[in-house]
């Protein structure tokens, strides 16, 4: 049998109605546009890893890389937000700071719009490095203090430390995800059933290690976070960028020509 070599199109029949997300074959995050197949890679080893294919997935939340815009509260303004502090997954120095205060607290910061639960399963991301704190602990929640379900990961060992659920507020199942992401980033995620019908926000808390919660800060240490997203789905789909409005990702959709295998 004689192999032979068919261009990607010959073979393949890609469209995608909307831009989407990959990381490059220098382990950069870009947007690539429409009908435009997303060949991606490992952004720390640089292998590839072949053709980014998902279903249609929306990113709930607004400004999901400018946690100093008005979209996010400062529970209790318990964080303090520096703008553009370090170089993000996309090579931009588009990644925030968020600091703790020197006072006793639950530093966290939360969209500042809810949306109306309509599917079982949902999950919250978001690509975080640690400078000072190492734990940051990701929540689904509705209004401040009726959390559904969190999690916690450690940014120093790349660890999820744990997961918890508040069942009497109908939260079910949580899944933690942590992997490396570009630039010393990982990206962490946590996903759960919720009630249907339920008002929920998404939420960035963080820790002074893996327990605790509420703390003392120094005033000057926390993480860096870039790239939040909350979406419909059983499980975390790659990052889509918003501004002013959510934004959806179109269904990857191929077709492969047996006729030119």
Do not use: C
């Not at 507020?169 to 995800?177: D, E, F, H, W, Y």
């Amino acid at each position: 049998m004689t192999l032979v070599t068919k261009p990607f199109g010959d073979i393949i029949t890609f469209s995608r109605a909307s831009g989407g997300g990959r990381f490059n074959s220098s382990g950069v995050y870009e947007w690539v546009g429409n009908d435009v197949p997303r060949l991606t890679y490992d952004p720390v080893t640089l292998q590839p890893l072949g053709l980014l294919v998902e279903e249609q997935r929306t990113n709930l939340l607004t400004r999901s890389s400018a946690f100093d815009n008005a979209s996010w509260v400062r529970v209790n303004s318990s964080v303090a937000v520096t703008p553009n502090a370090v170089v993000a997954p996309d090579g931009t120095m588009t990644a925030d700071k968020l600091i703790e205060p020197a006072i006793l607290t639950s530093p966290t910061i939360i969209q500042n719009t809810a949306v109306t639960i309509v599917n079982a399963s949902y999950s919250i991301s978001a690509h975080a490095k640690p400078d000072g704190r190492n734990f940051v602990r990701l929540q689904l929640e509705s209004t401040i203090g009726t959390v559904y379900a969190g999690a916690r990961f450690n940014l120093a060992t790349g660890a999820v430390v744990g997961t918890d659920i508040v069942v009497t507020n109908g939260g079910s199942n949580p899944v933690a995800t942590i992997t490396p992401a570009a630039n010393g980033f990982f990206r962490v995620s946590l996903t759960a059933t919720l009630p249907a019908g339920a008002l929920l926000r998404g939420a960035y808390r963080l820790m002074e290690d893996a327990t605790g919660f509420s703390y003392t800060g120094d005033g000057a240490s926390g993480i860096y976070i870039w790239g939040a997203q909350l979406e419909a789905g059983a499980f975390p789909t790659s990052y889509i960028p918003t501004v002013a409005s959510q934004v959806t990702r179109a269904a990857d959709i191929i077709t492969i020509n047996t006729g030119a295998v």
